[in-house]
């Protein structure tokens, strides 16, 4: 593949940023225990907290 210099840092920008971080092997069994198959751990996550965040916000009613 024939990719210029430019044209190649704009592909990397547009690439998401990864982090790593630490889990415990107990911890990463769980995890693997309750996403669905094929689920990256990402949008795993994501869902978690997005599922603490709304069970946790005060009721405005």
Known sequence: ???KLGEREK???SVRK???IG???STK???DRYRA???CYDG???QMV???EKSNMPSTH
Do not use: C, E, Y
């Open 44 to 46: 795993f996550i994501q």
């Open 50 to 52: 997005d599922h603490w």
């Open 37 to 39: 198959p094929g689920q």
């Open 23 to 25: 889990l415990k092997a």
């Open 29 to 31: 069994k769980r995890l």
């Open 18 to 20: 990864r982090s790593t």
């Open 1 to 3: 593949m024939n990719v």
């Open 11 to 13: 592909l990397n920008q």
